[in-house]
């Protein structure tokens, strides 16, 4: 009788508590209570001081340095401002936004680069089924840069979480949680101008 009141209280404690750490426990709930959270500032983070290079799928690199003012520094200067999208393939939510992302790469190609920042380990060839299968129609990055890059911008707390930042390179608007089309064109209009 005492074994089942012991494993009764430990299991209640343990649904009571859970077994992770307040602190990023206190994000999730934040991010459950919320399924969008945008924000004009980024998060205070240390500088990442080296060049950063994405792979994309394509073959292409994307090069760029982080600034001291929270912004992005391109190696190539193409006048487009850049919306970076943190994904992973098993997320739902993530899935559903690749249509509106090819809806946005399309209407704003001239203005927009948007790159998709996978955080999992996957190999190229499966990366690429994925695309296909998905109907990707933007640039995809893929390998070890993206982890680095994910820190540098002081990390993401859910999935899909994106960062727009202007053509000039400065910070526009941080998102977490699967963000409206309607919301990220009317951030997208501005971040171009």
Not at 96 to 109: G, Q, V
Not at 130 to 157: C, L, P, Q, S, T
């Amino acid at each position: 009788m005492k074994f089942k009141s012991a494993i009764i209280t430990f299991i209640a404690i343990f649904l009571l508590f859970g077994c992770g750490d307040k602190d990023k426990n206190q994000g999730q709930n934040q991010t459950k209570d919320s399924n969008i959270s945008q924000t004009n500032q980024p998060q205070k983070k240390q500088i990442y001081q080296d060049k950063i290079t994405l792979k994309l799928l394509n073959g292409q690199d994307f090069a760029l340095k982080m600034r001291e003012d929270n912004g992005i520094n391109k190696e190539v200067d193409d006048k487009k401002a850049t919306l970076f999208v943190f994904f992973a393939t098993w997320c739902p939510p993530c899935r559903a936004e690749i249509p509106h992302l090819n809806n946005l790469s399309e209407k704003f190609a001239k203005e927009l680069n948007i790159v998709a920042i996978l955080l999992e380990n996957k190999g190229t060839d499966e990366i690429s089924d994925f695309v296909k299968k998905n109907k990707i129609k933007y640039n995809v990055a893929v390998g070890d840069e993206n982890f680095i890059f994910e820190k540098a911008v002081g990390g993401v707390i859910g999935l899909p979480a994106s960062i727009l930042y202007k053509a000039n390179g400065s910070h526009a608007a941080t998102y977490t949680g699967l963000v409206p089309e309607e919301m990220l064109e009317g951030d997208i209009l501005k971040a171009v101008k």
